[in-house]
Each structure stands twice: as structure tokens, then as C-alpha cells.
């Protein structure tokens, strides 16, 4: 099975960059759909962004288009989220995710679809 280190995470302005990373190790992962997904204090877990294991298909939630990209290097075994112009809203814990089914098609968008998660990175935006 798969282990997914998130990294990255950090305190930025408005307006600010992160890069997240989020590094596979035990199993390479373009086998699997991978996702970010982040959790705000008091709210529920929801989805970022996600790229399905062949990589052909990514989508976004529509307040991160075109804000945040995201991306896979199968060198490094890793996938990545661009994040550009954060927003205080964009403040969470941002996990990384990934599912054996999200090889072909749409990335899946809930978070009980995905087996194996990361331990989170914080991001922290300033207004």
C-alpha cells in the first residue's frame, strides 16, 4: 500500500504562494487517483483539488480555479499544489489523499472514497 507525507504547509499573506507536496512512498503514485483536500477548524473535510492515476483528468473546487494548480512528478513519486493569490479563506489543514479506483476518470471529490491519507500540513494565510 501506499504512505503519503504532506509538506509545505506554512504561513503566507494574502495575496501570497505555497507550494504543497505531497511524497508517496511503498507504491508509485501514478497506481492511484490522488487528492488534496483541507479542513478548516469547525468545518468538515473538503475537496481541493484532484488528478486521476493515468493523468488525464484533473479538477478543481471552483474557488481555487485558477489560483491553484496542481500536479504530478513521477520522478520524485510525488504529487503538488501550486497554491498563488491565497486568501485568508484558504486557511486550513490541507491533506493529500489517494484512492486505488481514481486511476481512470474523474478524480473522485469525497473524502470516504479515498483509502490512504497524509497527516496534514497547515496553512496559514495573514489578511
Known amino acids: 500500500q501506499v504512505q503519503l507525507v504532506e509538506s509545505g504547509g506554512g504561513l503566507a499573506q494574502a495575496g501570497g504562494s505555497l507550494r504543497l507536496s505531497c511524497t508517496a512512498s511503498?507504491?508509485?503514485?501514478?497506481?492511484?487517483?490522488v487528492a488534496w483536500f483541507r479542513q478548516a477548524p469547525g468545518k468538515e473535510r473538503e475537496f481541493v483539488s484532484g488528478?486521476?492515476?493515468?493523468?488525464?483528468?484533473?479538477i478543481y473546487k471552483e474557488s481555487v480555479k485558477g489560483r491553484f494548480t496542481i500536479s504530478r512528478d513521477d520522478a520524485r513519486n510525488a504529487v503538488s499544489l501550486q497554491m498563488n493569490t491565497l486568501k485568508p479563506t484558504d486557511a486550513a489543514v490541507y491533506y493529500c489523499?489517494?484512492?486505488?479506483?481514481?486511476?481512470?476518470?474523474?478524480?473522485?471529490?469525497?473524502?470516504?472514497?479515498?483509502?490512504?491519507w497524509g497527516q496534514g500540513t497547515q496553512v496559514t494565510v495573514s489578511s
Open positions: 488528478i486521476s492515476g493515468n493523468g488525464f483528468s484533473i
Open positions: 489523499a489517494a484512492a486505488r479506483s481514481g486511476f481512470v476518470g474523474p478524480p473522485l471529490q469525497l473524502a470516504s472514497e479515498y483509502e490512504f
Open positions: 511503498g507504491r508509485p503514485v501514478s497506481n492511484y487517483g
